[in-house]
């Protein structure tokens, strides 16, 4: 990369805190991050994916610093923070994809589903924000990085809670980035349409489902973790610094429309 490039989008030096660091997205982007310069400190709810992210680092010979926490309440978000800092005394970006859900039709949805998926994808992600940002500000700036959804913008059978979290970290996303504007913080999401990973299996490994994302993504295809990993890098960068307050979809033409042209066999709707 030229040195121009590298002065943009390096992250030398940089400290990153990563939520939900160890899933399907959250280990591509943190692998990505240490490739790119940043002492990435991994958290996740899960010990045996933190240990198989370890792993994936050690054969890529980059440092790995795990944090196990369940980050429900804000007390585990606070204290998350506290456990992260003293590795470099810093926190210069902080990424939230911690992420759950549990897919009913509205008429089954019961107080405890609400409970338990506005926690983590609503909740922590606030709590764990307010308790970086205080850092942030007095090291002087910050970049914090949401994983909202697609379906913040358009929603699907059975993710209603879900899909209306979503939106609330797209909305969160605008109210932190004015706020903590002063601070020298910039507060961005990013909004993913269809990713093959566990969290979609549902979704995906399914006949029908499988030739319905085939005819409905533009892309032709769901994504692979991997192809949220520029757009992040980007958010995160020096290069972005007047950038803040935006959700940027990354859906493979989802949001663009949809075709009138021959679909599953049916003959084209041109003359
Ligand atoms: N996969 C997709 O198609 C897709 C699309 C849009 C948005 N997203 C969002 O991207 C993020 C990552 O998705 P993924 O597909 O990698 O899923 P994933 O399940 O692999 O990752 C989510 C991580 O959150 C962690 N987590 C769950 N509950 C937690 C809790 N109580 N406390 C702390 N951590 C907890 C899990 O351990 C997991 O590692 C999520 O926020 C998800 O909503 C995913």
């Known amino acids: 990369m030229s040195q121009y490039l590298s002065s943009l989008f390096s992250l030398d030096g940089k400290t990153a805190l990563i939520a939900g660091g160890a899933g399907a997205i959250g280990s591509a982007i943190s692998l990505a991050f240490a490739k790119a310069g940043a002492r990435v ?32 309440g804000e007390a585990a978000c606070n204290d998350l923070v506290e456990r992260a800092r003293p590795a470099t005394g810093r926190i210069d970006i902080l990424v939230n994809l911690q992420g759950t859900n549990r897919r009913k039709p509205i008429v089954e949805v019961s107080q405890d589903d609400f409970d338990a998926i506005t926690a983590v994808n609503f909740r922590s992600v606030y709590f764990l924000s307010k308790a970086v940002q205080p850092v942030m500000k007095a090291q002087g700036g910050g970049k914090i990085l949401h994983f909202s959804s697609l379906s913040a913008n358009i929603s699907f059978d ?13 909305s969160l996303t605008r109210s932190m980035a004015h706020e903590w504007a002063g601070d020298n913080i910039q507060v961005n999401a990013i909004e993913p349409g269809f990713v093959k990973t566990e969290f979609t299996r549902p979704l995906w490994d399914d006949d029908y489902r499988g030739r319905w994302f085939a005819d409905y993504i533009p892309a032709g295809h769901l994504a692979v973790p991997e192809d949220l990993i520029t757009t992040a890098l980007s958010l995160v960068a020096p290069a972005s610094r007047y950038i803040t307050g935006r959700n940027v979809v990354v859906d493979g033409g989802v949001l663009s429309g949809d075709s009138w042209v021959e679909k599953q066999g049916r003959p084209s709707a041109y003359p």
Not at 50 to 55: G, I
Request: proline share 2%; no cysteine; hydrophobic share 45%.
């Open 158 to 170: 059975t993710i209603s809670v879900y899909a209306a979290t979503k939106a609330a970290v797209t």
């Open 41 to 72: 400190l991994v958290h996740d709810l899960s010990s045996e994916r933190l240990a198989a992210l370890e792993a994936r680092f050690k054969e890529e010979n980059l440092p790995f610093h795990g944090i196990q926490a369940d980050l429900s």
